[in-house]
Structures are given as C-alpha cells and as structure tokens.
C-alpha cells in the first residue's frame, strides 16, 4: 500500500495555529480557548471529533466534544486553568454508535435489514457496556439496551427504542464507541496570567497629580510619587486595575519642547517625559521632581494595597543629553554631516528625541535594554508599555520578551504600535502579551461592527487589544464634537467590547478641545503641568468617573466580558445601533450571557429593531411565553425580550443598554 501523509479520518486546518506550530496560541486561566478542525471522511458512514487539551507536563486535562459546523468545520472550547505551556490536538474518529443509530432508524422504518440491524446494535452496546473506563451507571445502560434489543420476544419499536433510550444515548457521548480514531499533531498554548489579556487600565501622569500653581508668579510646582500615592484612591474607587505611568526618567534639557509642541521652551518648562536622559541620569533613573526609588517604591506598594498594578513606560529612545549619546553614539543613526538624527513621524517632528538604532552594536543595546527591564522588575514592575515598538526590530522583541518571560513570566509587555496590521499581529506572535488598537478610531456602526467581529473571531489567538478610549497623543473628532455622550458611548464599546480597555486621565472630565488642525489636545499634558478638580467636578454633576465605576463593576461581576473570542455581532434595523453580545458557558456557577446595545451617533435619539441570534446566547430555558428575561445593569430595568426587540436610545440621556440575561436559579 502506498505510503500517505493524510490520516485515515483527514484533519486539516486546525485552529488553532501559529506559524505551523512553532508559535504557540495565547489563552489566560479559565479563558475561552476556540478550537476547530476540517475533518471529514469518505462514504456515509457517521464520525465524531474531539479536541483534547495537555498541561505543561503531557497530562491530559480537558477533552471536549466538537460540534458540526458547515463545510465540515468542527469548533468548540477549551479552559486551561493556569499560566503555563499548554498543548492540544484534535482526535477524530468513526462514530460507531451514532452511524449504528442512524442506519437503523432509517433501515428498520424501511422494514430492511430489520434483525440485523438489531442484532448489531446490540452486540455493540453490549461490547461497550464491558468497557472499564465506563462509569457503573453507564455499563448498567448499556448492558440493558443489549438486552432490550437482543429480546425477540418483544415488538420492533419496542427494541429499536431500547438502543435509542436517552440513557444509551449520554452514556456514549460521554464515552463515545470509537474506530479508526485519526490524531492531528499537538500544537502549543501558552496560558499568561490574567493580567496578560485582562484588565482595566488608568493613565496619569505623576508630575500632575499634586502639582500646585502659584496664583501670582504662574509657576508651577511639580506633583511627585508622594502626591500621586493618594491619587491612586481616585483610581481604584473607578474600578480601574492598573495604573499606567509615561516615562519617569530625568528629562533632556537640549531642544527640550515647550506649550503645545513648540521649539522654545522656558526655564520652567518641564518638557516631554519621553525626551528621556540628561546630566541627571537616563533609563535607569528618576526625575529628581519625582522623588526617590524608594519614594516609588512606596507608590508600587500603596498600588498594591489598592488592587492595582504599576505601568512603566518603555520607551527606547533618548533626549540629546542622555548619557548613552555620549558614551553609546554607536546606538544611534549619523547623518551624514556627522549628526544623530532626531525622530520624525511625519508631520511631526521630535528634535528632543534620538531614536535608538539596532544596526551598529545589536548585542550591546539588547543587553542594555534587558538591565533596565530587570532593574524596574526588582522595583516592582511587572507590566511594561512599550513605546512604539514596531519602529525597532522584530526579532528583538522576541528575544527580550522570551528572555524576560524565562525568569519572571508574570510580566506584561503592551505594544502602543498604530501601524499596518500585519506589523501590529506580528508583535503579537513575537511575544507581546497585549497592543493598542484600532478601536480609537471605529467610530460608526459598520466600522465598530466589523473590526469587533475582527478582534474576536480572526486574530484573538495571537493579538489582544488594548481599547484605550484616548491617550495624550490622541483625541479623535468624536470626542471633539460629540459632547458628553460621546465619552459614555465610547466608554460603553471599550468597556463592554474588550476585555482589556483604558483612558487617559481627564476622559472622566469630558475634555475635548483640540489643538487647531490636529487629533490631539490643546496645551497638552506631554509638555506642561495640568492641574484637575476631580472630585469638584463629580460633586458638580461634571464627571463620568461614577459612570466608569460601574462600567468596571459589571465588568468585574460578568465573567462572559472578561473574554475575548465569545463575541458575536447581532443585526440592527437603525444605521446608528450597534448590538452585540457574550456569553460564556464553562462555568461551574453556570452561564453568563451579557446583550450590549449602543446608540452610536452621540447628537441624537435612534430607535430600531434588535434582531437576536439566540443560539449565540445559549438559552436552555424560555419564559411560558417564548420571552426571556433581561436586567438592565444601568438603570435597574427589566423587560420580556425576544429574537426581536424594538429599543429607543437617547444619546443625551442613556445612550446604552448593558442587559444581563437572566437565567433560572
């Protein structure tokens, strides 16, 4: 016989599957795995597959039936419970069983082959009710239908139905009477701890926070890690897990930017945190404004008394006066009139940065990045941003995540790369646990409808995003123009959309006005102090940090959100509705089924038609009427909704509804 690469049941297109095996998927504890398969074979004859998941020491500890999709696509869910590298393959098999009850139901209505149909039968469930691995229950069930069908003193029905009892029936799926059973190759997981595709994220800028402004010189006083600590309550009362610090470091004093990116700066000035290095030190020191090590220390350890997790900023690049362009020049770009080139992203232009350059001593840059990582490590950080990191190379990053990740692999690495997608998915499989995203600018319905279905049904095995609704670089012409419901639709979409979402400070304050011509603010807080009332405008009525706390609340009390493929689009009549739902099924505590609804267009009310899938929501039980019951987690409603739901959104009012499926107890 000649020699084949195929296996006797084919399995082909696995999923899955990174660069043919050799970059292993991404999942976190008790996350959703989706699996799935092509698998077929020849003739009419039934199969069944199964996808089968190993621990980081070749045990087996999931195995799940797959269920039949078209065009022979096999899919289901796997849960690996902790961090580790995982493994699973799909198992293939003929399903005598199921191909048995299926030919004799059709056989025997037909009245051919009536005996030995039966007989057949019952000699297969009687050779399974021998089976050991079988539970006593199961082989009792299954040595009974024997019997009933090997009874010829009883009627046809009555002995067909024997085989076919409810009993038989579970006693096989949860042991299926297997043949030629067909394995795929074993493919990797890596399983990261929660943090890696979960979390909640706060942005400020610690000089910010505590600052104070003399009322009549105007100048400034910087804020410190001393002042930031008691800012760090702000945040952990919005629900928020981690708070994200730009870069602490000593700040370059040549070319150093003033107001709103201007090439002049004054005495006073304190310039943009990511011009890192002067006399003072560079990546591996703090601003002097900022206070001691052991004054972040201190900050890293009340973070932690709150529930939260510090930040850092890792940006690879350097103000003029950075030590390394003196002692290192070989780390960065020469024109050729003898210069270091500064950075550009045209337009604009960053005279107060030296982009770094890998090309001259790659070894010797890499080993210096890895110190500074690991010194920042020792202080407590375990969660890393890293500064546009598709500007540096690729294998780089492997290396030092890989390496990073072999000592402490609890540490996070978020790539802020807005670039082309291919770069941005080919961070993802080089190691970054998690990346900024598009999201900022899905806007209208169609664009949010088709990259929410991109994120979770195309790439969420390799690329998690990061849905942070601003940044200090970025104020999108939505939240210009759209008032305050455009902060709480968006909000909605990054909170409820993502498992992984974030903002900037002053978001919560609806600020919005731009510099003129640009996407980003006016006296932007990268190259001055900012001084915020939080607690004089939530007093006012002028905040949406309670909104934020209850966004990150129901997040937290909904395990269906905290994932990230288990999202499905649902149609809308209205051109400015979006419907989506999640729901998670693998629960010891049951199922969780979250329908967001969101009025995308913030001037205006919009009413429609909801038309639900109700598959994708996993309902087992209906209300007598063939309703459901739903609570709204904003408001405290409750309504009877069916696969068609009428709904009217006031932007101005409550743009969204977060509803919560309810299920019986």
């Not at 600018?441 to 979770?456: C, F, G, Q, T, V």
């Not at 999108?476 to 409820?496: C, D, H, N, S, W």
């Not at 609806?510 to 607690?535: C, I, M, Q, S, T």
């Amino acid at each position: 016989m000649a020699e084949s690469s195929i296996g006797r049941i084919p399995i082909s297109a696995v999923h899955p599957v990174l660069e043919d095996g050799r970059i292993p998927a991404k999942s976190v504890p008790g996350g959703l795995l989706e699996v799935a398969a092509t698998v077929f074979r020849e003739g009419h004859d039934l199969i069944g597959v199964e996808a089968v998941l190993y621990d980081s020491k070749g045990r087996e500890r999931q195995r799940v039936t797959l269920q039949a999709r078209p065009g022979d696509r096999w899919a289901g869910q796997l849960i690996a419970d902790k961090p580790g590298q995982w493994s699973f393959e799909i198992e293939a098999f003929g399903d005598l069983y199921a191909t048995w009850a299926h030919h004799a139901q059709l056989k025997i209505a037909a009245g051919v082959d009536v005996a030995v149909m039966l007989a057949e039968g019952g000699a297969l469930l009687a050779d399974a009710a021998e089976d050991p691995a079988r539970t006593r229950a199961d082989r009792q069930a299954l040595a009974a239908a024997a019997t009933g069908l090997a009874d010829t003193a009883a009627p046809v029905p009555e002995r067909l139905a024997a085989g076919l009892d409810e009993s038989v029936r579970a006693a096989v799926g949860r042991r299926p009477i297997k043949d030629l059973v067909t394995v795929s190759r074993r493919y990797p997981v890596k399983v990261e701890r929660d943090a890696a595709g979960r979390g909640a994220w706060y942005e400020f800028f610690p000089r910010s926070e505590g600052a104070q402004q003399h009322p009549e010189t105007g100048e400034w006083t910087s804020g410190n890690f001393r002042t930031a600590k008691h800012s760090l309550d702000r945040v952990a009362e919005m629900g928020f897990d981690v708070i994200y610090l730009p870069p602490i470091h000593p700040i370059g004093e040549v070319n150093r930017k003033g107001p709103n990116n201007s090439l002049v700066a004054g005495p006073a000035d304190p310039g943009s945190p990511w011009a890192i290095g002067s006399a003072a030190g560079g990546h591996d020191a703090i601003h002097p404004d900022l206070g001691s090590f052991q004054d972040f220390d201190d900050f890293v350890a009340r973070a932690a008394e709150l529930g939260l997790e510090v930040a850092l900023d890792l940006a690879l690049q350097a103000a003029p006066d950075h030590p390394w362009a003196t002692e290192h020049p070989e780390w960065f770009t020469t024109r050729i009139d003898g210069s270091i080139a500064y950075a550009e992203n045209p337009p604009k232009k960053y005279q107060d940065i030296y982009p770094i350059n890998f090309d001259n001593d790659p070894d010797g840059l890499a080993k210096e990045v890895l110190r500074i990582v690991q010194l920042w490590i020792s202080h407590g950080v375990k969660i890393f941003r890293v500064d546009n990191p598709h500007t540096k190379p690729l294998w780089f990053w492997q290396w030092l995540i890989a390496k990073v990740n072999k000592k402490h692999p609890e540490v996070v690495f978020l790539a802020e790369a807005f670039t082309r997608p291919a770069v941005m998915h080919a961070l993802g499989k080089a190691g970054f646990q998690q990346s900024y995203s598009y999201f900022t600018w899905r806007n209208d319905k169609a664009e949010i409808e088709a990259y929410l279905h991109e994120i979770s049904h195309e790439t969420a095995s390799f690329y998690r995003p990061n849905f942070f609704v601003n940044t200090p670089d970025i104020l999108t012409e939505y939240l210009q123009y759209g008032g305050p419901a455009a902060f709480k639709i968006r909000a909605v979409l990054a909170a409820m959309g993502s498992p992984l979402w974030g903002m900037y400070a002053g978001y919560e304050l609806y600020e919005h006005v731009a510099r003129p011509g640009a996407e980003e603010y006016l006296d932007n807080e990268k190259y001055e102090y900012k001084a915020r009332d939080f607690a004089g405008a939530e007093k006012a009525g002028r905040s949406l940090a309670p909104f934020i706390a209850k966004l990150n609340q129901i997040r937290r009390e909904h395990p269906a959100l905290l994932e990230l493929a288990n999202l499905t689009v649902h149609r809308t009549s209205d051109p400015a509705t979006v419907a989506f739902s999640k729901t998670k099924t693998q629960m010891e505590s049951g199922s969780d089924t979250i329908i967001v609804v969101v009025n995308v267009d913030p001037h205006s009310v919009r009413e429609g038609v909801v038309y639900l899938d109700l598959a994708a929501l996993g309902i087992e039980e209906f209300n007598a009427d063939g309703s459901f019951t739903v609570d709204e987690l904003i408001t405290g409603q409750s309504w009877q909704w069916r696969d068609e739901n009428y709904v009217r959104l006031d932007a101005h009012l409550e743009p969204a509804h977060i509803l919560h499926l309810r299920r019986s107890e």
